[in-house]
C-alpha cells in the first residue's frame, strides 16, 4: 500500500493499465461513471459502440487479434443482459473477455425493490457463461479480485470472466494497492506422458495433425512436428491461415468426406487444442466421423479431454508446452517419409471438388479478396460464403479468418467484430464479410466504425433475405415463411453515415474496389448482391 488514496474506479483504471489494458469497450451510464472517473488521465482508449452486445462482438473480434482480453464496461441490468450473446459466443470459441459491469448497491441486492436496472440475481444469472462471475463486496478486494481474473483469463481455456461492482463501492476511497499483473499458469504434461506420445509419434506410418485455435499460438512448432513427422495438418475454422501456402496444409472441414477419409486412413492422430464439436467435426449431423483407434490429444482444459473422441493419450497441457517437449522427445533424426504432401495435395483437391460449383464460386471470392489484400483480416458473420468458406479456405495468415458460424452461432457478430480486429491491428486490411440479414442485426456498428476510425471494409452478401434458412425449409419440405425480410440500400445507408461505397455489377471489380477502399482511411462499403451482381455465384 502507498497511502494514497484513490476512488475504486481510478483504482480499477491502474489495474487494468497494469495488466496490459490499452482498449476498453464500453457505453457508459449513471450506473457505472464512476469508473469512467480515472479513464481520461490514463493510456487506455475508449470505444463507444451503439449497443452492448456491439461491445461485446468488439471486444471478441479485438482478443482475437490482439492476443490479449478483450474488456467491456457496461451498466448494471440491461447493459449485462445485452451482452450476453457475446458472452456466449466467447465461451464457446474460448475467446478471453472481461466484462465488467455494474451492480445496485450492496444494501439492496436480493430485496426486490424496484430499484433501477435491478435483477433478482444479477450474478447468479451471467455465472452460467462465465468462467468466474463476483460481487465486489468489499472494496479493499478489488487488486485481489483483478488479479484472479488475469490469472483466469491467461492460465486455462479462455473465456469470458465477470466483474460487478456494486454502485456505492465504486466511488469508495481505498489506499492505492501494489499494482501487480497477474502471471499466466500454463499447465505442462509430465515426461513419462510425453516420451510415450513420442514413441507412438516415431512409429506412425500415415500420421495426420488436428488443428483448432488452441493450436494456434503454437504454430510455429507444430508447423516442425508437422514437417519431422511428414503429416498433413488439418484446420478447424479458428486455426485457418495459421499453416498458410504450406505444402502440408489442408484448409478444410473434417465434415467433409475427403477429410474425413484422410483421418480414417491415418495411423496415428494428434489434435492440438480443438474441441471437437459438431460445427467442425460434423455440421451436416450425419454421425460420420471416423472412430479414432490411435489419438493423441492435446488441451489445456481437462473438461474437453473428457469429451470427445476417447484418445489413447490425454495430455494436459498448453499447445506451446506439449508441442515443444514432443519436438524434444522426438529428436532430428531422420524418419521414413509419410507421403505426407501428396496426401495433402489429395485431400485439397478431393475436397474442393467435394463441393458445389456454388460454394466453389464462394470460396473463388474469398480467394480475391485474400489475393487482393495481402494480409487481410476476414472477419464473418453467417452468411452463404462464409459458410463455403468454413468448409474450405486457405487464409492468408493466423487469425485471417474468424467467425460467428460455428459454436454459438450468433447473427450479427460481424460488424462489430471486424471493428475490434481493425482496432487490434490498425495497420492490416480488414474486411467484414456480412449478408443482407445479419448486418441489419449490428447495422449501427457502422456508425461505430466511423467514431473510432476503424479500417474496415463491410463486403455485404445480399441475397434478399435468409437463403440458407430458406433453402434449409425447401430441402425439408416446409413452406418457406419468415425468410425474406426485405433490406435497405446499403449504399444509401453508406452514405448517411459518410461511407465511401460501391455495388458491384460483376465480381470481377472486386479486386480493384478493395484496393481502391484500401487507401480510404476508416470504414468503407462493397455490395454483392447473389443475383444482379454477374459472377457472384455458379
Same mark, same amino acid.
Given at each position: 500500500m502507498s497511502g494514497e488514496l484513490k476512488t475504486v474506479g481510478e483504482t480499477l483504471i491502474d489495474l487494468l493499465e497494469v495488466n496490459g489494458v490499452d482498449v476498453v469497450f464500453g457505453i457508459p451510464g449513471v450506473h457505472t461513471v464512476e469508473l469512467y472517473r480515472g479513464l481520461a *488521465?490514463?493510456?487506455?482508449?475508449?470505444?463507444?459502440?451503439?449497443h452492448e452486445q456491439g461491445a461485446g462482438f468488439m471486444a471478441d473480434g479485438y482478443a482475437r487479434v490482439s492476443g490479449k482480453p478483450g474488456v467491456c464496461l457496461v451498466i448494471t441490468g440491461p447493459g449485462l443482459t445485452n451482452i450476453i450473446t457475446p458472452m456466449a459466443q466467447a465461451y464457446q470459441d474460448s475467446v478471453p473477455m472481461l466484462v !465488467?459491469?455494474?451492480?445496485?448497491?450492496? *444494501?439492496?441486492?436480493?430485496?426486490?425493490?424496484?430499484?433501477?436496472?435491478?435483477?433478482?440475481?444479477?450474478?447468479?444469472? +451471467?455465472?452460467?457463461?462465465? &468462467?468466474m462471475s463476483h460481487t465486489l463486496h468489499e472494496p479493499?478486494?478489488?487488486?485481489?479480485? @483483478?488479479?484472479?481474473?488475469?490469472?483466469? &483469463? #491467461?492460465?486455462?481455456?479462455?473465456? /469470458?470472466?465477470? +466483474?460487478?461492482?456494486?454502485?456505492?463501492? @465504486?466511488?469508495?476511497?481505498?489506499?492505492? /494497492? #501494489?499494482?501487480?499483473?497477474a502471471a499466466p499458469l500454463r499447465p505442462r504434461a509430465d515426461m513419462?506422458?510425453?516420451?510415450?506420445?513420442?514413441?507412438?509419434?516415431?512409429?506412425?506410418?500415415? /500420421?495426420? !495433425?488436428?488443428?483448432g485455435g488452441g493450436g494456434v499460438p503454437a504454430a510455429g512448432d507444430i508447423r516442425t512436428l508437422a514437417e519431422r513427422l511428414d503429416a498433413p495438418l488439418v484446420t478447424?475454422?479458428? *486455426?485457418?491461415?495459421?499453416?498458410?501456402?504450406? /505444402?502440408?496444409?489442408? $484448409?478444410?472441414? $473434417?465434415? &467433409?468426406k475427403s477429410v474425413r477419409k484422410l483421418?480414417?486412413?491415418?495411423?496415428?492422430?494428434?489434435?492440438?487444442?480443438?474441441?471437437?464439436?459438431?460445427?467442425?467435426?460434423? @455440421?451436416?449431423?450425419?454421425?460420420?466421423?471416423?472412430? &479414432?483407434?490411435?489419438?493423441?490429444?492435446?488441451? +489445456?482444459?481437462a473438461a474437453q479431454l473428457a469429451r470427445g473422441p476417447q484418445a489413447a +493419450?490425454? !495430455?494436459?497441457?498448453?499447445?506451446e508446452n506439449a508441442v515443444a517437449d514432443l519436438l524434444a522427445a522426438i529428436g532430428t533424426g531422420n524418419r521414413p517419409e509419410a507421403g505426407g504432401a501428396a496426401r495433402a495435395e489429395g485431400v485439397r483437391s478431393a475436397t474442393l471438388a467435394e463441393l458445389t460449383p456454388k460454394m466453389r464460386a464462394e470460396i473463388g471470392i474469398l480467394d480475391k479478396v485474400r489475393d487482393a489484400l495481402p494480409g487481410a483480416i476476414i472477419v464473418g458473420d453467417s452468411t452463404q460464403a462464409v459458410y463455403a468458406g468454413n468448409l474450405y479456405y486457405e487464409a492468408g495468415r493466423p487469425h485471417g479468418w474468424f467467425n460467428a458460424a460455428t459454436g454459438y452461432g450468433a447473427l450479427g457478430y460481424g460488424p462489430p467484430a471486424a471493428i475490434g480486429a481493425a482496432i487490434a491491428e490498425p495497420e492490416a486490411p480488414v474486411v467484414c464479410l456480412t449478408g443482407d440479414g445479419g448486418l441489419q442485426f449490428t447495422l449501427a456498428e457502422i456508425g461505430s466504425a466511423r467514431d473510432a476510425g476503424a479500417n474496415v471494409i463491410f463486403l455485404v452478401w445480399n441475397n434478399d433475405g435468409y437463403q440458407e434458412i430458406e433453402t434449409y425449409m425447401v430441402e425439408n419440405g416446409i413452406e418457406p415463411e419468415g425468410v425474406r425480410p426485405s433490406a435497405p440500400d446499403f449504399l444509401k445507408i453508406a452514405e448517411a453515415f459518410g461511407l465511401p461505397a460501391q455495388r458491384l455489377a460483376h465480381v470481377d471489380e472486386l479486386p480493384a474496389a478493395l484496393r481502391k477502399f484500401r487507401q480510404h482511411k476508416g470504414p468503407s462499403l462493397i455490395e454483392i448482391h447473389q443475383t444482379k451482381t454477374a459472377g457472384a455465384t455458379a
Open positions: *488521465a490514463s493510456n487506455i482508449r475508449h470505444v463507444t459502440p451503439r !465488467i459491469s455494474g451492480v445496485n448497491a450492496r *444494501a439492496t441486492l436480493g430485496h426486490g425493490r424496484g430499484r433501477l436496472h435491478e435483477l433478482p440475481d444479477q450474478r447468479g444469472m +451471467i455465472a452460467t457463461l462465465a &468462467l479493499e478486494d478489488l487488486a485481489d479480485v @483483478m488479479e484472479r481474473a488475469f490469472a483466469i &483469463l #491467461r492460465s486455462g481455456r479462455p473465456g /469470458p470472466v465477470h +466483474i460487478e461492482i456494486p454502485i456505492d463501492v @465504486m466511488s469508495a476511497r481505498i489506499e492505492a /494497492p #501494489r499494482l501487480r499483473h513419462g506422458t510425453i516420451n510415450e506420445a513420442a514413441s507412438r509419434c516415431l512409429a506412425a506410418k500415415r /500420421p495426420v !495433425i488436428l488443428v478447424t475454422t479458428n *486455426a485457418r491461415g495459421a499453416f498458410a501456402g504450406h /505444402p502440408l496444409s489442408v $484448409p478444410a472441414s $473434417p465434415s &467433409l483421418i480414417a486412413d491415418a495411423d496415428l492422430v494428434l489434435a492440438f487444442g480443438t474441441q471437437m464439436g459438431q460445427t467442425d467435426y460434423d @455440421m451436416y449431423a450425419d454421425g460420420g466421423f471416423p472412430e &479414432l483407434h490411435n489419438l493423441i490429444r492435446i488441451d +489445456i482444459d +493419450i490425454s !495430455i494436459l497441457a498448453s499447445a
